[in-house]
């Protein structure tokens, strides 16, 4: 019979169940009797660890003046179920609130797959971010509002509506940013931008754990074992920055209506002075519960002023790249004090022309320095790329390139904040690819005064202000002078030398100086000290961008600055005025009766960039 | 059928209907016990859930009553109208259904919903039942098998398009029935071995043991390939030479790899593997080719696929699947830490059981599952209430429970005279079988995460209704064969 051809297999099937199942017995006798590490993860479920934020450390400027420190906030909460009797348009008008937010609220609080950690047990964030006049009403009213209660925390308070670039922001963390690191859980805020984020781990402190005794519904009882095993929060560490407040200030108010940057640097330390990037907005924006928005509004705005254009702007350096040139000249022999080059309104070589201004000629290093004349330095550049001891004009090139990198430019000098970018030095193998290897030094000519592929951050070229005053050495600029309890990084106290003598560096800062007496920065000049300087007008697409680099004292420097206003015209139009009165603020502490109108003069002037998008 | 009414109640198999009653009062309690927002009181009111599976379950009896009024002739007779009525139903839903959680599965009554897709198992399993029986299919033969096999393949492709991939991959149980039928063994060995070199290949791919520098998954496989291979040498030849030789080199070099890259030197051993599997695919081929015995050839051609299978996979998975893809994979494996998803689900659910210990926290003691830590609570991951309110002693009765139903199926269908009825049901018990394999796996965390209910026991009317029709439907055959 067919039907009995197969009986057998009935036993396969039952074999199958039964090992099926007692597979699984065998599963659960490990998971519920041998294995106890389940039962603890349960216990532990029952136990409900408070996170105690602690605060996040203080900010404070080189003169101590508290910049940045922290100030209460408080969240509405609400635990459903234990709202009872609700009088929602009471409560609507003691948080001034509509009754469609509440609503909203309410219903986002209670959806499962926007709110996934919802429960109605347990408070549930209702309205964030508080401040104590918008609280006060309700929390003396909260008695009239079953399960609703009031959480503080601490944001970010300013002292100062200045720096907002450099001292950066606090958010809420990303998925990702919890995923990397153990320490966040959702909602907790962490360092966004400036120095927020690039001291992120000095700055947070270490959470505290109350232990707490919750029953099975998740309400807490009160506190575990009398808080035997509470850990108290550790404050964040406090930093001092290099900041003078104050001159930021200045900068601040003096690049008002412009796009560009101020930089400063304390040439001895590497410490930034002040770091202006305009157009700016208030830090106290990016705070509390309008964040948001407001950040959607900067961030679309057409200026761009979340971009910080110190360091994240690259700009053709213009004329006072001329200083880096003649340090490099000087040290490959291609030029001495006494070696003079014509200049006939520029530099004629064929049908290029490269067109200077009036002034003498033949003329030196000092004076061309000190009227900025581009004849000199073409020639110059263009000996010195078509020089035979290099082989080639490759060789030649990576010659000069390693100059550059050596004074700080191309790469990202290393500053303490997040997002510094390179800039551009262009080497052999980029015009190689570019002219397909025929080029020469009058290919690329423009690099000699600061255009063509050149490209460099305001705080480089502030840093070559800072190593000229330096006489031939910088260390990295950074904002942070001093961490409490902690010591900044080693790169930010090291002297870096540029392979270039000290001999020569005086060449250059004697024609800087020149350029202050009869040259093309006079305006810089002042009484009381001897100031060096340096112009630039940058060429660019629009008008030209108004540049100054300068440091005073001569001797014993103090302050080192780069000032850049975007399409500003001539470098005495914006930049040495303004670099003049930020290094008299710094230097005496404060400004004439003369300087300030003249600083009102300058914050009130503005420049019409239209409505492009920048 | 008046007169046969009396032959109901003396000839119905009362043992089955009493594991099912238990089981289902199981299921209810525990149905309580996950439910957080209730206090004892309000258990029989109707606005809970326990209160609303109370009345289903009354529904059922009154179902399953009436089922045992409908005769094995009638059903026997109309077994294809309501199988095409059923996939017709299919059809429809998938155009009317309204978009839930990405499932178009569920038809609205006026706030009365139903999921036909839980109705389709027994129409499929009636269908199947007739038109192997009425042809008298000889299931050893392609063409039959083929033929049998489109009758399961149309409802589980239709429920697939409704996006219910979980239920859809129920009616893979029907293969077991067809087995039995006499479907070849070795399909369900391949399908077997497919469905475990995936999920082993792919779940351990990136484990390796402590200092060893080797796939856990690739070695697991690969070691099932070899013994596997030496089995059915073994079965298949009648040269105990040739079984010895595969044991030596498969088993042996093996184990004797592994314990030279444990204790001595730790190397790849999967490449060693690989080539001892070689070497026993060239002996089978040769000796093949000498003796000229087709079976050689196939175990060869098993070894050969398995590898090539298990190494596609891993290049399909890493090479041609989208990253997102990977993660759903991930995530349906239980595989991705994902905190909100399926791994969430499943760490909480093992947690929830774990903390039962040997006798359980007690009824409507549970925290675990009370606190909401484990999701869909009272559907799909039920067996976590159990497990935490009534620990191992709990669960273990009520796996045994369903070992008895299963086993007193599997009793009750060798017993039917009619090939029909035999079918139907080793249909009823393959399909429970199906259901608790992967639900309670699924919860321990063995099996893949598929959302699907456990018979007579999760929440939900549908589910309950659509087992209930399964089950007497094969009660009433099996009352009319005692009777007569």
């Not at chain 1, 420190?69 to 909460?77: K, L």
């Not at chain 1, 008002?256 to 410490?271: F, L």
């Not at chain 1, 300058?602 to 019409?608: C, E, L, P």
């Not at chain 2, 999967?270 to 070689?278: A, E, P």
């Amino acid at each position: 019979m067919k039907s009995f051809r197969y009986k057998n297999r009935k036993f396969t099937i039952m074999i199958i169940f039964a090992i099926v199942i007692i597979v699984y017995i065998c599963r659960l006798f490990s998971i519920q009797v041998t294995d106890t590490t389940y039962r603890e993860s349960a216990k532990s479920n029952a136990l409900y660890n408070r996170t105690i934020h602690p605060l996040r450390g203080i900010i404070y400027d080189r003169n101590n003046n508290m910049v940045v420190g922290n100030q209460p906030y408080y969240d509405v909460t609400v635990t459903i179920r234990e709202v009872k009797n609700l009088d929602t348009l009471l409560l609507c008008s003691y948080l001034d609130i509509t009754k469609d937010y509440f609503d909203e609220r309410m219903s986002y609080i209670k959806d499962r797959n926007r709110n996934p950690g919802y429960s109605s047990y347990t408070s549930q964030v209702f309205m964030p971010q508080l401040s104590v006049e918008e609280i006060s009403d309700f929390r003396e009213n909260l008695y009239r509002f079953n399960g609703f209660a009031i959480e503080n925390r601490s944001q970010r308070q300013y002292h100062y509506d200045v720096a907002a670039h450099l001292l950066g922001d606090l958010g809420e963390v990303s998925k990702s940013e919890m995923d990397n690191d153990d320490f966040y859980n959702r909602g907790d805020y962490i360092g966004k931008q400036g120095v927020e984020k690039f001291y992120e781990e000095q700055l947070r402190g270490e959470k505290g754990v109350q232990v707490m005794l919750k029953d099975a519904y998740g309400r807490i009882q009160g506190s575990y074992m009398d808080g035997q095993y509470d850990i108290p929060p550790q404050a964040g560490k406090n930093l001092v920055l290099g900041i003078d407040i104050k001159l930021q200030e200045l900068g601040e108010r003096l690049m008002q209506g412009k796009i560009g940057s101020i930089v400063a640097i304390e040439p001895a330390t590497g410490e930034i002075l002040c770091m202006v990037s305009a157009p700016t907005f208030s830090p106290t924006s990016l705070v509390g519960r309008h964040r948001s928005e407001n950040y959607n509004e900067l961030y679309n705005h057409n200026q761009k002023p979340l971009l910080n254009r110190t360091i994240m702007g690259t700009y053709p350096p213009g004329s006072t790249f001329k200083t880096a040139q003649a340090l490099t000249l000087l040290e490959e022999g291609i030029v001495d004090n006494r070696t003079t080059f014509p200049c006939s309104n520029g530099f004629v070589y064929g049908r290029l022309k490269v067109g200077c201004h009036e002034h003498s000629s033949p003329i030196s290093l000092a004076p061309a320095i000190a009227t900025s004349c581009n004849s000199y330095f073409c020639w110059g550049y263009f000996r010195m790329i078509g020089d035979e001891k290099y082989g080639s004009v490759q060789q030649a090139m990576t010659v000069w390139k390693d100059y550059m990198v050596d004074m700080g430019f191309g790469y990202a000098l290393g500053v303490d904040l997040p997002g510094e970018k390179r800039g551009m030095i262009p080497n052999a193998q980029y015009y190689d690819k570019l002219y397909n290897r025929s080029w020469n030094g009058l290919t690329i000519i423009s690099n000699s005064i600061g255009q063509g592929e050149v490209t460099l951050t305001p705080l480089q070229i502030a840093n070559l202000g800072a190593t000229i005053a330096n006489r031939g050495y910088y260390i990295t600029p950074h904002v942070v002078k001093q961490i409490e309890g902690d010591e900044i990084d080693s790169i930010y106290t090291s002297r870096h030398y540029v392979n270039v003598s000290r001999q020569n560096y005086e060449l250059v800062v004697e024609g800087m100086r020149q350029s202050v007496i009869d040259g093309t920065c006079t305006a810089a000049a002042s009484e009381l000290y001897e100031v060096c300087g340096k112009t630039g007008t940058a060429q660019n697409n629009g008008k030209d961008h108004s540049v100054f680099m300068g440091f005073a004292p001569r001797e014993n420097p103090q302050i080192a600055i780069a000032v850049y206003v975007e399409n500003g015209g001539f470098g005495a139009t914006y930049g040495v005025p303004i670099g003049a009165l930020m290094m008299e603020q710094y230097i005496t502490g404060g400004l004439s009766e003369a300087s300030e109108k003249r600083a009102e003069y300058y914050a009130d002037r503005s420049i019409d960039y239209g409505n492009k998008a920048r | 059928m008046v007169t046969k009414r009396v032959n109901i109640l003396s000839n119905i198999d009362w043992l089955t209907v009493a594991l099912y009653i238990i089981v289902m009062i199981c299921g209810w309690l525990s149905i309580c016990g996950a439910a957080s927002d209730v206090d004892a009181t309000q258990l029989l009111s109707m606005s809970t859930r326990p209160g609303k599976q109370l009345l289903w379950m009354v529904c059922a009896l009154g179902l399953a009553s009436f089922i045992m009024l409908i005769t094995k002739d009638f059903v026997e007779k109309y077994s294809y109208l309501i199988y095409a009525l059923s996939i017709l139903l299919l059809i429809v839903t998938i155009f009317i259904a309204e978009d839930t959680k990405g499932s178009r599965s569920w038809i609205d009554f006026g706030g009365f919903k139903i999921q036909p897709a839980e109705f389709t198992k027994f129409t499929t399993a009636l269908a199947l039942a007739r038109f192997v029986d009425t042809n008298k299919l000889d299931l050893s033969k392609w063409s039959s098998l083929l033929k049998s096999a489109v009758l399961i393949m149309v409802p589980l492709l239709l429920i697939i398009c409704q996006k219910e991939t979980g239920t859809a991959i129920v009616f893979l149980a029907f293969f077991l029935v067809l087995y039995r039928e006499g479907m070849t063994g070795n399909l369900l060995l391949i399908g077997f071995c497919m469905v475990l070199f995936f999920i082993l290949g792919i779940k351990y791919s990136d484990v390796t043991f402590a200092n060893q520098v080797f796939s856990v998954g690739v070695w697991l496989v690969l070691s099932m390939v070899q013994i596997i291979t030496t089995i059915l040498v073994w079965m298949y030849s009648k040269e105990r030479r040739i079984t010895a030789i595969t044991f030596y080199i498969n088993i042996c070099g093996m184990v004797l790899g592994m314990s030279v890259s444990m204790l001595i030197y730790p190397f790849d051993v999967t490449i060693l593997q690989i080539i001892l599997i070689s070497v026993v695919i060239l002996l089978l081929i040769f000796r093949g080719l000498m003796d000229m015995a087709r079976q050689y050839f196939f175990i060869a051609l098993f070894a050969i696929c398995s590898v090539g299978y298990l190494y596609s996979v891993d290049y399909v998975f890493e090479k041609v699947l989208e990253p997102h893809q990977q993660v759903r994979i991930n995530v349906i494996l239980g595989l991705e830490d994902d905190p909100y998803g399926a791994g969430y689900n499943v760490n909480q659910s093992k947690i929830a059981i774990g903390s039962g210990g040997f006798s359980g926290k007690g009824f409507m003691k549970g925290t675990q599952t009370k606190l909401k830590y484990v999701p869909e609570q009272d559907t799909d991951f039920i067996f976590c209430t159990v497990g935490e309110e009534q620990g191992f002693l709990g669960s273990a009765f009520v796996l045994i429970l369903y070992l008895g139903l299963l086993l007193r199926l599997v009793h009750l269908a060798e017993l039917q005279t009619s090939q029909y009825c035999r079918i139907y049901g080793y249909s009823v018990a393959c399909i429970l079988f199906f259901h608790v394999f992967v639900n309670i796996g699924m919860v321990l965390g063995i099996t893949p995460v598929i959302g699907i209910p456990l018979p007579f026991f999760s929440y939900g009317g549908s589910s309950l209704w659509g087992f209930t029709i399964l089950l007497f439907l094969f009660l009433r055959m099996d009352s009319e064969r005692t009777a007569r």
